[in-house]
């Protein structure tokens, strides 16, 4: 077994509720709404934020490899393989997690290279006792330019700007401050879009089940091929065309 699946808990999807449809549509600002959705506990985020460096890449890392098997499972309608994809590695490039997110297009290429980067944190810590008292910020400090200009980069998915008394800092200086805090924010970004995913995901697969109902029950005969087309559609989470036929 993994250490990390000794940290978090398989992750599960709770519909929302019909009150909550409008906060779906816009993303979800509420940390404790995005909590309830995912059906992790309450104030984990929060937990997350203030626990020392060496845990926040761990057990982030850990949440992220169990809400990405659910967002895969979903965006193909076939939750039964949620546990494949929870036991395939994160981060490899050919058959990993990653492989079958960029494949299917559920991440852009910054939320991807923030993965591979935690993964790569997360994999120095974890396999050294002597990073224990792991530091983001000393971490930094101690890498080559280009290596500490790479990370810092692939950590703001947000470009975060932060002001402490009357000094400002840009976007790349922040990150080196606080950079634990910048990661923060990208692990929301990516848990939102997670969640928004693994919601479009079960909506097609819902269109599917209703249109595969249909057929059983009028019959062969009845499948129009507009319907066959609608049912084509629907299982490829292709949006139906807008564009009307040219007039003769």
């Known amino acids: 077994m993994k250490a990390d699946a000794l940290l978090t808990p398989p992750i599960t999807m709770k519909r929302p509720k019909r009150s909550d449809r409008a906060s779906v549509m816009q993303g979800i600002d509420d940390i404790a709404d995005l909590e309830h959705a995912l059906d992790v506990r309450r104030g ?40 494949i994809f929870a036991a395939l590695e994160m981060s490899d490039a050919r058959c990993g997690k990653i492989a079958f997110i960029k494949a299917l297009r ?6 991807r290279r923030f993965v591979r980067t935690l993964s790569e944190l997360r994999n120095q810590v974890v396999h050294n006792v002597g990073h224990a008292h792991f530091s983001l910020r000393d971490h930094l400090a101690s890498a080559p330019s280009e290596r ?38 990208s692990l929301l970004h990516c848990t939102t879009r997670i969640y928004l995913e693994t919601i479009a995901g079960e909506n097609r697969r819902g269109e599917f089940d209703r249109l595969m109902a249909r057929l059983l029950q009028k019959g062969p005969r009845k499948l ?12 490829l989470g292709i949006a139906p065309s807008s564009r009307r036929s040219p007039q003769r």
Do not use: Y
């Open 106 to 111: 559920l991440f852009n290429e910054r939320e």
């Open 224 to 235: 129009t091929r507009m319907m066959a087309t609608k049912l084509m559609n629907s299982a």
């Open 148 to 185: 500490r200009m790479n990370i810092v980069d692939a950590l703001a998915i947000v470009k975060l700007r932060m002001t402490v008394g009357s000094k400002h800092f840009n976007s790349v200086e922040a990150t080196l401050r606080e950079p634990k805090l910048v990661a923060w924010h």
């Open 44 to 83: 984990f985020f929060n937990d997350l934020l203030n626990a020392d460096d060496w845990t926040f890449v761990v057990k982030g890392h850990a949440f992220l490899e169990s809400a990405c098997a659910l967002m895969l499972a979903a965006a193909l309608g076939q939750p039964r393989l949620r546990d």
